[in-house]
């Protein structure tokens, strides 16, 4: 069983900048590829960056690529999603998500490759 909780959500004007953390419970959180999803009001929910176990590969959404950034830090059981350049169409209840599934780099974007989801953190970027 894992847990996720996510925290530094919040409200920035456009162009600002927020980092989003997911701390995860359990001893076995290198063995887990983590996403980042997010769904905004009356859309459904899309991917949008996605990390290998051991971190040495990204994926991500081609409207945040070179906006965000995701990372881990295995030691301390925490992935993040570093957010710069924002606009509003980036405002989402943004979730992480932990998953273990063969060739990760191919379902890193389906929700069927996660088996673990966090509460959801609130991101609302004004113009």
């Known amino acids: 069983q894992v847990q996720l909780v996510e925290s530094g959500g919040g409200l920035v004007q456009t162009g600002g900048s927020l980092r989003l953390s997911c701390a995860a419970s359990?001893?076995?959180?290198?063995?887990?590829?983590m996403g980042w999803f997010r769904q905004a009001p009356g859309k459904e929910r899309e991917s949008v960056a996605g990390?290998?176990?051991?971190?040495?590969?990204?994926y991500y959404l081609p409207s945040v690529k070179g906006r965000f950034t995701i990372s881990r830090d295995n030691a301390k059981n925490t992935v993040y999603l570093q957010m710069n350049n924002l606009k509003p169409e980036d405002t989402a209840v943004y979730y992480c998500a932990a998953g273990r599934v063969l060739i990760y780099g191919e379902n890193w974007y389906r929700d069927g490759a996660y088996n673990y989801w966090g509460q959801g953190t609130q991101v609302t970027v004004s113009s």
């Open positions: 990390i290998s176990g051991s971190g040495g590969s990204t």
């Open positions: 359990g001893r076995t959180f290198g063995a887990y590829g």
